[in-house]
C-alpha cells in the first residue's frame, strides 16, 4: 500500500478514536449511534478507495494543518452559535449556525478529508464546550458536510459537475419540502419549550436556500470556484444532515416523516441559506490571500 493510502487510513481513525475519548471524557454510552459513526467512516473509506488515484487525497503536513485550523474555528463558532437564542423549532435540537460554511469551505479549498475531519471533529468539541455532550451521529453527518464539499476534485470537468450538483440537490430539496406538504401535522418543539406543529418557514426553508445557491450560481457564473464551493457546499449539507437525521429513526425511534421533516428541514434549510452567503466571502477571502502571497 502506498503512503496515501496510510495518511488517509490513518486520518479516519484518528477521527474514530477522538470520537472514542470524547465518549469517554463525556460519559458518553457507546451505543447504536457509534454505529453510524463507523458506518460513515466506512463510506468515506470506500469513496476513497474507488478513487485513489486522485490528487483529492493527498494528505500531508499541509493537509494536517488545515484539519486542526478547521476543527477549531468550526468548533469555537459552533459554540458561539449553540445558545437557546438561535434555536430553530424543530423535534430536536437545532441551532441556527452559520459556522457551517467552514467545513464546507475547507473540504472544498483543502480536501474531502479535510473537510471530514473539520466538520466532524469541530462539531464534537463545539457540542462538549457549549454543555450539549457527543451527539455522534450529527457529529459524524456534520464531517459527511465538508467530505462532500471536497469531492468536486474528483471531476475533471469542474463546470459540469456543478451543473449535476444542482439538479441532485434541487430534486432532493423539493423532495423534502414535498414531504412536509403532505405532513403538516409533524410537531417540533423548542428547546424547553412546549411542542407546536412545524411552521411554514422552517417546511420551505430547504427551498429558499436552494434558490439563494442557484442565485450564486449564475451571478458567479463566470467565477467557477465560487459556483462549484456553494454548490458542493450545499450538496455535503444535504447528505451530512440527511444521514444524521435517519439515522435517529433508529436512535430516536422516529418515523421516517418525523426525521425528514422534524429534524433534516428545520437544519438543512438554515444551512443552505447561510452557505449561499458566507461560503462565496470565504472563497474571495481565500482567493485574495493567495494572490498576495504569491500562489
Request: charge should be positive; hydrophobic fraction near 60%.
Amino acid at each position: 500500500m502506498d503512503k496515501k493510502f496510510w495518511n488517509v487510513l490513518i486520518s479516519l481513525i484518528v477521527v474514530l478514536a477522538i470520537f472514542v475519548v470524547a465518549a469517554l471524557v463525556l460519559s458518553t454510552s457507546f451505543d447504536i449511534r457509534f454505529v453510524f459513526v463507523g458506518l460513515a467512516l466506512i463510506i468515506a473509506f470506500v469513496v476513497y478507495y474507488v478513487n485513489k488515484d486522485n490528487k483529492a487525497w493527498e494528505v500531508g503536513t499541509r493537509q494536517v494543518v488545515w484539519m486542526a485550523i478547521g476543527a477549531a474555528l468550526y468548533a469555537i463558532f459552533s459554540w458561539l452559535f449553540n445558545g437557546t437564542v438561535f434555536v430553530v423549532p424543530s423535534l430536536s435540537q437545532v441551532a441556527l449556525r452559520p459556522a457551517i460554511a467552514i467545513p464546507m469551505f475547507f473540504g472544498y479549498a483543502f480536501g474531502p478529508v479535510v473537510g471530514f475531519f473539520s466538520g466532524a471533529i469541530g462539531n464534537v468539541f463545539g457540542d462538549a464546550i457549549s454543555g450539549f455532550g457527543l451527539s455522534p451521529q450529527w457529529s459524524i453527518g456534520n464531517g459527511l458536510i465538508g467530505f462532500v464539499a471536497g469531492l468536486w476534485m474528483l471531476f475533471s470537468d469542474k463546470k459540469r459537475s456543478v451543473d449535476t450538483v444542482m439538479w441532485v440537490s434541487g430534486v432532493l430539496a423539493l423532495l423534502g419540502v414535498l414531504l412536509f406538504f403532505f405532513n403538516r401535522n409533524v410537531q417540533n418543539q423548542f428547546y424547553f419549550a412546549e411542542t407546536q406543529p412545524v411552521s411554514l418557514l422552517a417546511g420551505i426553508s430547504i427551498l429558499i436556500g436552494f434558490v439563494l445557491v442557484l442565485i450564486v450560481r449564475f451571478v458567479f457564473g463566470s467565477n467557477i470556484d465560487i459556483a462549484a464551493a456553494v454548490t458542493w457546499g450545499m450538496l455535503g449539507n444535504i447528505v451530512g444532515i440527511l444521514f444524521a437525521s435517519l439515522s435517529d429513526i433508529w436512535v430516536n425511534g422516529y418515523s421516517l416523516t418525523a426525521a425528514v421533516v422534524g429534524e433534516f428541514l428545520p437544519a438543512a434549510g438554515p444551512n443552505l441559506i447561510f452557505a449561499a452567503i458566507l461560503v462565496p466571502l470565504l472563497v474571495v477571502a481565500y482567493a485574495s490571500v493567495q494572490r498576495q502571497s504569491g500562489r
